[in-house]
């Protein structure tokens, strides 16, 4: 209301003026219809045209044409430019005069032309009045300020508000304008102060201090942060333009200071500087930093700036209470120690991964027994190995491999043959019927007691036999089943093998006869037992996934004697293999396939030629006809063991 009614009075005043000037102009033309009476010219008619002359020449041509006595003031050199037709010569006199504010002094009939004078215009200026007004119960104030004095400014919103607001003295005679309305004394002074390119400032204890701008300063706008100011100060370099820097900072909600900077191509120590002295930081330079940095980054703690700044440089920090000591690394007070205990995984392991970057200029010791190690060097390097060590620090599964291995073998071996000679001890008897088959030995005496009987009656005779003489018949058919089953157990950790080998081991004699001496030659005969080994091994390496899920690669060896030898001959083997790379679930139990081996022999020793004619082969030799069939069969279950 109160700036509503100084507009009101301005008008009014603007008004009085007015009707003062038209009062003024009626009194001149009075003087001059007076003075028509004596003087005729000023009744005459005039046709006058002038384009860009001078007021003072206007107005002498005008008197000598008409007979006027005019004197003119040598300061009226105003340009004219009219055209006149058929006007009395007061007419024209009184437009000239109105036109550009001239005075006539009347002495006789001498009129005497100067610029017109206000006399208020000699009287003491009054002061402009400050359109500040305040409104207590909301405490929120409205300004309309056009061109007026920043400290008068200042000193009529500190009476209205009772908040003290101080002018720096370099700021003291500057002028502002601004228009607000109904807005908070803190947002009211910020809008002032950026829209006049002024800095603005607020003191622990509630002063509002307001400055002009350093010649490397510039101010921002920034993006809005709730009970932060809306702006904020840019340090420039006006020699290069390509430099700049802004920061704030400000408390957050877990108490700690927090920073938005942004800088472009700016010196490392300037930037430290500015974010230290802001955030109210104690700190010591231990030596010349060096080199610029550019960075934006939006509410980030100080300790986080200062270590991303510092970054890649031979530059480091260390906090000893709560000074802040920065210099190169390698200063005494700014190595720290630190020991990084392992909680999964074993140091040895762990130590190969850390990568070489940022292992440089560290020093790493290990602690074997407590699974941990010592690092010696600056802290923002300890804290990104620390950090990159938790990351890859994690809990390995182990995996139990239940591995069942099932071996089914059939096999049939028939031997059939007779065999007859003369033996001076031959052990007769045997089986005719049973378990055992046919192996019957007959003597002499059982032969010729069979002769005689089938002698009938002494007919004919066929004679004996020889009494060491024997016959034996074989006939013996010989089958088996056997189902082998074995269930072992097997643990490994991700990503390591775990092997299985199951088997058994003949041996064959291998005879060396050595001639020792020459005058007494002595024969050494020695015998050595090789092995050979037939086994069912498999290898399998587990890959665990996140979902849960076991990738398994598994390599399977399986060899197997297939006959019997004589002690100093090799058994004969067979071998067979495969890979494979599956993938299950935890818990789920796979099959890796039957792998089936069928064997057929027959053996045949007799007469020869005889031993093979059909029919007589039967009586003049023995055989031996065998066939097996082996199934093996493999099982695996992983199981992932947290």
Do not use: C
Not at 284 to 297: E, L, M, P, R, W
Not at 407 to 412: G, H, L, N
Not at 486 to 491: F, M, R
């Amino acid at each position: 209301m109160k700036i509503k009614f100084l507009i009101i009075a301005t008008l009014l005043v603007y008004s009085f003026n007015a009707l003062a000037q038209k009062e003024r102009l009626l009194v001149i033309q009075q003087r001059l219809k007076d003075l028509s009476l004596t003087v005729p010219g000023l009744n005459q008619t005039a046709e006058l045209s002038i384009s860009s002359g001078s007021l003072q020449e206007f107005l002498r041509g005008l008197a000598s044409t008409h007979n006027l006595n005019i004197n003119v003031d040598p300061s009226l050199n105003q340009r004219v430019t009219n055209y006149f037709a058929n006007e009395k010569v007061s007419n024209i006199l009184l437009y000239l005069i109105e036109q550009y504010n001239l005075d006539v002094q009347f002495v006789g009939s001498i009129m005497t032309f100067t610029p017109y004078k206000d006399p208020a215009g000699n009287l003491p200026k009054k002061p402009k009045e400050i359109l500040v007004d305040y409104n207590s119960p909301n405490e929120t104030i409205s300004f309309d300020l056009n061109n007026d004095t920043l400290i008068d400014v200042a000193k009529k919103i500190t009476r209205l508000t009772n908040k003290n607001v101080v002018v720096l003295p370099d700021a003291f005679y500057k002028t502002v304008t601004g228009y607000v309305q109904n807005l908070p004394i803190y947002n009211a002074l910020e809008k002032l102060s950026l829209g006049n390119n002024f800095k603005l400032s607020k003191t622990n204890d509630n002063v509002y201090v307001i400055g002009t701008l350093a010649p490397d300063e510039e101010l921002v706008l920034k993006p809005p942060v709730q009970n932060n100011p809306s702006t904020t100060i840019k340090k420039v370099n006006k020699n290069n333009p390509g430099q700049s820097s802004s920061a704030e900072v400000f408390d957050g909600t877990n108490g700690k200071k927090l920073i938005n900077l942004n800088t472009v191509n700016s010196p490392i120590l300037d930037v430290i500087k500015n974010i230290s002295a802001q955030a109210g930081i104690n700190y010591f330079i231990y030596s010349d930093i060096k080199g610029n940095v550019t960075a934006t980054a939006s509410n980030m703690e100080f300790d986080n700036a200062l270590s991303f700044i510092l970054q890649n440089t031979d530059y480091t920090y260390r906090v000893d209470n709560n000074v802040y000591m920065i210099g190169e690394r390698e200063k005494e007070g700014l190595r720290a120690n630190k020991i990084i205990q392992l909680r999964y995984r074993s140091v040895d392991s762990i130590l190969a991964f850390i990568p070489q970057e940022i292992k440089k200029g560290v020093d790493i010791k290990e602690f074997k027994e407590l699974n941990s190690f010592l690092v010696t060097g600056s802290s923002p390097q300890i804290n990104e190995i620390e950090s990159f060590v938790k990351n890859i620090d994690r809990l390995v599964p182990m995996i139990m491999i239940e591995v069942i291995l099932l071996d089914v073998k059939k096999s049939k071996t028939v031997k059939t043959g007779i065999t007859a000679g003369i033996s001076d001890s031959v052990k007769t008897g045997g089986t005719i019927l049973g378990g055992n088959g046919l192996d019957f030995t007959a003597g002499a005496n059982s032969i010729n007691s069979f002769i005689d009987r089938i002698g009938i009656n002494n007919v004919f005779n066929i004679g004996h036999v020889a009494p060491n003489f024997y016959v034996n018949l074989q006939a013996l058919e010989n089958n088996s089943n056997i189902e082998l089953r074995q269930t072992p157990k097997l643990s490994t950790l991700n990503g390591h093998k775990a092997s299985l080998s199951i088997g058994s081991t003949r041996y064959y004699a291998v005879t060396t006869q050595n001639v020792l001496g020459s005058l007494n030659p002595q024969t050494v005969v020695t015998q050595q037992f090789i092995p050979v080994e037939a086994n069912l091994a498999i290898d399998i390496k587990p890959i665990v996934s996140s979902d849960d899920q076991v990738t398994l690669n598994i390599d399977v060896n399986i060899s197997d004697f297939i006959g019997t030898t004589a002690l100093n001959v090799p058994p004969p083997t067979s071998k067979s293999m495969f890979s494979s790379i599956i993938r299950v679930h935890s818990e789920e139990m796979i099959v890796l396939g039957g792998i089936e081996r069928n064997e057929k022999s027959e053996d045949g020793s007799g007469v020869p030629f005889l031993s093979r004619v059909p029919v007589l082969k039967w009586l003049f030799s023995s055989r031996s006809k065998t066939n097996s069939k082996v199934v093996s069969v493999v099982f695996i279950k992983p199981t992932i063991i947290y």
